[in-house]
């Protein structure tokens, strides 16, 4: 795995402040430079996730892509609705660095991911416009 991924591995999930926006936030700022602004958004309302994740403005400033690259946003759910956020990182074969309730920071290749209930609805990248 890359440096900027282990580095992450088991911090922890607190709702409001190191949710999976939250964290994802974080490594878009600290790894690849983006400014991405906070999602006000109850993380335990899975409802408000939903909506927050499809409607919010920053969502216009991304593109879906066909393949993951690194830093690329991941969208997950356990149904078809987007409730979950990590970040792909391209190391060990690829695969999701994201903030899980309840564990924290965990890395899953894409056929892990499953085994957590969560699979991947798109993969998307940030335009600098």
């Known amino acids: 795995m890359t440096a ?4 992450y591995i088991g911090d922890p999930w607190i709702s409001g402040e190191h949710d999976c926006w939250a964290f994802a936030r974080r490594v878009w700022r600290e790894v690849f430079g983006w400014d991405v602004p906070a999602v006000d958004v109850d993380a335990l309302n899975k409802m ?3 909506r927050a994740f ?4 920053e969502r216009s400033r991304w593109s879906k892509v066909d393949r993951p690259i690194d830093g690329a946003g991941v969208l997950m759910g356990k149904s078809g609705r987007a409730s979950h956020v990590g970040v792909w990182t391209d190391a060990d074969g690829g695969g999701v660095v994201h903030c899980v309730q309840g564990i924290g920071v965990v890395f899953n290749t894409a056929q892990s991911l499953a085994l957590t209930g969560f699979r991947v ?3 998307y990248v940030r335009r600098l416009d």
């Open 4 to 7: 900027w991924a282990t580095r």
């Open 48 to 50: 408000e996730t939903v």
């Open 54 to 57: 499809n409607t919010h403005p």
């Open 121 to 123: 609805l798109g993969w």
